[in-house]
């Protein structure tokens, strides 16, 4: 359930889509173009669209959408009483938790996989050159983005999982994500620019500052992610009248 295939569905086809009309203007001019594109467009395509604002913003609406709200909604029809006559508190908590986030990691992640998939079929046939050999060479940082956007998927859900038990409201799992990022970017642009560790668009982006050639910054999401986790563990327990 967390993953239906309804989510997947909308996932591979809503991401791409929306990636792609929003780099119009690149694909246009590469269409009207009386020469070939050079080697290395399409890659250069993929990462500028991966790694740009549009992303950033619609990233955390999708990847709520699945299960983020699902604790709010079974405890307010009265399922979450029934299953906790059958399961202790604890694994029911933790199946909420882990079960948001994958799902809010993989629908983020099929549908990144999906934009690549189709970005690498319509446009580099149209190169001039290498292409096998410049796409070999992306595949690494292509990894690199798929891990982020797995672990940005799973922290934007398990954010709206926490936030609306919290606040016990269903509609909060899928603003709280967006709202938090926004806050976190206004915060570090404003008033911190030097809070890279905090800013959004360094997670996709990640500056050279950033060890472990970039893999550092899946493992700071991943340390958000459970720090998400164990409050939506307080929160649920405070609503269930057993913390």
């Keep these: 359930r967390a993953l239906s295939a309804r989510w997947i569905y909308i996932s591979v086809f809503a991401i791409p889509l929306f990636l792609m009309l929003t780099r119009m203007d690149a694909i246009a001019g590469i269409l009207r173009a009386k020469e070939p594109p050079a080697a290395g ?12 604002d549009a992303m950033l913003f619609f990233l955390p609406v999708i990847c709520a959408l699945p299960y983020a709200s699902s604790f709010v909604a079974e405890a307010k029809s009265g399922v979450t009483k029934f299953v906790l006559t059958r399961v202790k508190c ?3 908590l933790s199946s909420k938790a882990a079960a948001a986030a994958f799902s809010g990691g993989a629908v983020v992640m099929l549908g990144i996989l999906a934009f690549l998939c189709a970005a690498l079929v319509l ?10 050999q410049e796409l070999a060479a992306a595949l690494p940082e292509y990894g690199r983005l798929l891990c982020r956007y797995f672990c940005l998927g799973a922290l934007g859900a398990e954010t709206g999982l926490w936030l609306s038990t919290l606040l016990y409201n269903r509609y909060m799992a899928w603003l709280s994500p967006f709202m938090a990022e926004y806050l976190l970017i206004i915060f570090c642009e404003r ?9 959004p668009a ?12 970039g893999w550092s910054v899946v ?8 720090a998400s986790a164990a409050g939506f563990f307080k929160a649920a327990k405070r609503r269930l009248g057993r913390g």
């Design 90 to 92: 604890s694994r029911y």
């Design 202 to 213: 360094q997670w996709l982006k990640p500056e050279d500052a950033w060890p472990w050639n």
């Design 123 to 132: 446009f580099l046939p149209l190169e001039e050159g290498n292409r096998g």
């Design 219 to 226: 493992c700071w999401l991943a340390l958000l992610c459970g």
């Design 191 to 199: 008033y911190f620019p030097d809070c890279k560790i905090l800013y």
């Design 41 to 52: 467009w399409t890659n250069q395509f993929i990462l500028d669209t991966l790694q740009g």
